[in-house]
């Protein structure tokens, strides 16, 4: 079965700081996703990578896809306080079913 | 407009209860989903409905009962509620194979 594997699990770094938060999985698959959840809040999608070599980035965020390692990271380029919050990454297997890392909880100290 | 939505926000009742979940789209999508996340924030897909058709029923106690009565739609009914039900309920939907997946807010599920 698919496992999705996150680490850290908490990350506590210093605005300005560049830090990557990784994501391995455990079987082939053609599509993983990056989320973002903010403490007592919904999850909103991030990134969606569907390729071998694929980097999507978004402000201070960058994420890319090696499906031959089965690893993806998330790099946060000199992060500010706003970037707090849990990251999750998700693998699909067969189709429709999301498989859900364990959570990167990130907080950035003034 | 809110493109997922879930009532209600909370739910708090007693062990044995009954109780439903009510979750409806308005993006036009395909497909939808129930998500189980619990208080270590861990996120477990437990059904998916494409096209009103059930497509992912993964290992989910029977007393949990989704349904689908059009494609914005999807429910979710509980039978005999149990303690370890408390947890935060999500719906999602997406589009085709490849398309984000849109959240709702949640509903705070807590079993006394």
């Known amino acids: 079965e698919l496992k999705v594997e996150q680490n850290p699990l908490f990350l506590s770094m210093q605005e300005g700081k560049n830090y990557t938060i990784y994501c391995n999985y455990s079987?082939?698959?053609?599509?993983l996703y990056w989320y973002r959840q903010d403490p007592g809040k919904s999850l909103e999608s991030l990134f969606v990578?569907?390729?071998?070599?694929a980097v999507k980035q978004e402000g201070r965020l960058m994420a890319s896809l090696d499906t031959k390692a089965r690893l993806s990271t998330l790099h946060i380029t000199a992060a500010v306080h706003d970037l707090s919050a849990t990251y999750f990454c998700?693998?699909?297997?067969?189709?429709?079913?999301?498989?859900f890392g364990t959570g990167t909880r990130l907080k950035v100290l003034a | 407009d809110t493109a997922v939505s879930q009532t209600p926000k909370y739910l708090v009742t007693q062990m044995g209860n009954d109780k439903s979940i009510k979750c409806e789209q308005n993006?036009?999508?395909?497909?939808m989903y129930w998500y189980k996340q619990d208080s270590k924030k861990f996120l477990k897909i437990m059904f998916s409905?494409?096209?009103?058709?059930?497509?992912i029923n993964e290992t989910v106690p029977n007393r949990f009962s989704p349904k689908s009565p059009d494609k914005a739609h999807l429910n979710l009914h509980i039978n005999s509620l149990e303690l370890g039900d408390s947890a935060v309920y999500f719906c999602?939907?997406?589009?085709?194979?490849?398309?984000?997946?849109?959240f709702g807010p949640g509903t705070r599920l807590t079993v006394l």
């Open positions: 079987t082939t698959s053609d599509r």
């Open positions: 990578l569907l390729s071998n070599g």
């Open positions: 993006l036009g999508h395909d497909t």
């Open positions: 998700a693998v699909v297997s067969g189709t429709y079913k999301y498989i």
């Open positions: 409905y494409n096209n009103k058709e059930l497509i």
């Open positions: 999602a939907s997406s589009h085709g194979v490849a398309g984000f997946q849109f």
